[in-house]
């Protein structure tokens, strides 16, 4: 029984006193494969120092993050493409909009969202999509770029009904994580709807751990808790959704 972690930043410096222990429970829990997205132009170097050290069970994407999107996106921007060339990326994120905290870079955002939308269809990428706040204007985005050519991840998935179908119908998968095992989540109501293979697993390490870890640092070993409950609001076994949502992973990241 094997599963993937679609989105997790154990190369961040949370994990910097036991990264090889991290990374050892979760291949004992089942998880074979940790996609790392990456945040900005800083996170770049650990993340590719830690898929180095890690080759095969790690993969790496590449993106800004919408919360790290400032004046000088251009640049960092301009970087990271340059760095896409090398071929090694099986996606580009963490991609998306932010307006929780802050809507000063509002235009930025959304400019360097485009932007990173045309590398992902150019090279024929999925995407880790971040949403927070934003979902008129993400919609609007998928839908003026979409032409059958846009694949990826709603990263954390915390939505309505509506606004899951408005992902499904634009050809997106739904990342489900830790969130889903808090009792406060309202996704559990309409999951049994979700096509099982419209949806992958994800920690967001080291933020967002599932009961019973919560209040902990998340891991990736912790992607198992969360499928466990996942495979519960489906009802079928923990087997079939590690089954189902490896395959899907694989299909959409080639990973």
Not at 185 to 206: G, H, N, Q, W
């Amino acid at each position: 029984m094997q599963f993937i972690d679609t989105h997790t930043h154990v190369y961040g410096p949370e994990f910097d006193l036991d990264r090889p222990a991290a990374v050892q429970r979760a291949l004992d829990a089942g998880v074979g494969m940790l996609l790392l997205p990456n945040v900005d132009a800083s996170t770049i170097a650990p993340m590719l120092q830690m898929h180095e050290q890690y080759p095969d069970c790690t993969s790496v994407m590449m993106g800004l993050q919408p919360e790290e999107v400032q004046g000088d996106y251009k640049q960092v921007l301009g970087s990271m493409e340059r760095e896409l060339e090398r071929g090694i990326y099986v996606g580009v994120g963490e991609v998306g909009l932010d307006f929780y905290w802050d809507r000063t870079f509002e235009k930025e955002q959304l400019d360097a969202f485009e932007i990173q939308l045309g590398w992902a269809k150019q090279l024929g990428l999925p995407l880790s999509i971040h949403c927070r706040n934003a979902f008129d204007h993400m919609v609007g985005l998928l839908e003026k770029h979409q032409d059958g050519d846009l694949k990826g991840v709603m990263h954390c998935f915390t939505g309505t009904k509506e606004e899951a179908h408005a992902y499904l119908d634009l050809g997106f998968h739904l990342g489900l994580g830790g969130v889903l095992t808090y009792k406060n989540c309202s996704v559990k109501d309409f999951l049994p709807e979700i096509p099982l293979d419209r949806i992958v697993l994800e920690t967001d390490a080291p933020y967002l751990s599932p009961v019973p870890h919560r209040g902990k640092r998340n891991e990736p070993a912790f992607l198992v808790d969360t499928a466990r409950k996942i495979a519960e609001f489906y009802d079928i076994s923990l087997e079939k959704m590690a089954e189902t949502t490896t395959s899907n992973a694989k299909k959409l990241f080639k990973c």
